[in-house]
């Protein structure tokens, strides 16, 4: 049965359910949701996938592709916002079939980590209910 990724919590978090809650369990860090343009290059080939980001934190993320590399596939990841682009190494830690992959990044260039750091600080500030 597919996951249903559509459905979200009272909390705007997406739940977890069967191997997505076991994944999330291992986690060191929790991700925040953010929609973005990525791009997937497998070095060796050169294969490049266009995709879009649903899922960000500092030690991954979640690409959404109808063609995802399998398991521990080394890659090149590049994010494209408006408030610039994010690139580091990273392996993909699982694949679901037509739906997407989980990476876990690699070998992040210091400025890039600043760069993933102040994304998921401006996430968590824009999610913030006002009062």
Same mark, same amino acid.
């Given at each position: ?14 739940? @977890? ?5 076991? !994944? @999330? ?5 929790? !991700? ?20 879009? /980001? ?23 990841? !590049? /994010? ?23 990476? @876990? ?19 968590? /500030? ?6």
């Amino acid at each position: 049965m597919p996951d249903d990724r559509s459905k979200k919590k009272a909390n705007g978090s997406t739940p @977890a359910t069967g191997g997505d809650s076991q !994944r @999330a369990k291992q986690r060191a860090v929790l !991700r925040c949701q953010l929609v973005a343009s990525a791009e997937v290059t497998e070095p060796n080939s050169g294969t490049r996938l266009s995709a879009r /980001i649903s899922e960000l934190g500092l030690g991954g993320c979640y690409i959404e592709t109808l063609n995802p590399f399998p398991d521990g596939t080394l890659v090149h990841l !590049r /994010i494209l916002r408006d408030q610039g682009v994010f690139e580091t190494k990273a392996k993909v830690v699982y694949s679901q079939g037509s739906f997407g992959m989980g990476l @876990a990044f690699s070998e992040m260039a210091p400025n890039q980590r600043s760069l993933l750091e102040d994304w998921l600080a401006e996430i968590v /500030i824009q999610s913030r209910p006002t009062s």
